[in-house]
């Protein structure tokens, strides 16, 4: 009867090494995991703050504002939504329609947080037409 010596081992080692892989792709899939759901809210935050943005310009206009009201503070920021930046443009312009001519105004918000082209980076923006 011929001793076999070594195999164990032999196998021992290839289940350490593939476990051991099998931990760091784990590892690797739960950092992308949440770097992917952190992303996720502040793509969020960014849409609010752009929608905070065009709800603030609509108030203006209704209220008797113009587009150089809109554009002179421009950007804007929230509170309860920090580090994000919200540039707002505004376009006027005058329409007939039927003998009348109606002003439309079309206003742009653009929310941005950290810096273009880093992996922090995250923006929206939101377009929208009043007619007043």
């Known amino acids: 009867m011929k001793q076999q010596r070594g195999f164990s081992i032999i196998i021992a080692i290839f289940i350490l090494v593939v476990l051991s892989l099998l931990g760091g792709y784990m590892v690797k ?3 992308v995991q949440h770097t992917t759901a952190l992303n996720v809210i502040q793509g969020a935050k960014a849409y609010q703050a752009a ?3 065009i709800s603030w310009s ?8 113009n587009c150089s009201d809109i554009t002179s503070v421009s950007p804007l920021s929230f509170t309860g939504i920090n580090g994000f ?18 002003n439309v105004f079309y206003i742009t ?5 950290g810096v273009y082209n880093s ?10 037409s009043i007619i007043k």
């Open 58 to 65: 609509i108030a203006k206009i209704s209220s008797g504002g």
């Open 29 to 31: 899939l739960s950092g």
């Open 109 to 113: 918000a653009l929310s941005e947080f």
């Open 51 to 53: 929608k905070a943005g």
């Open 85 to 102: 930046s919200v540039t707002l443009d505004c376009n006027k312009q005058v329409v007939p329609e039927d003998g009348v001519n109606l």
């Open 119 to 128: 992996v922090s980076y995250i923006s929206r923006g939101l377009e929208v």
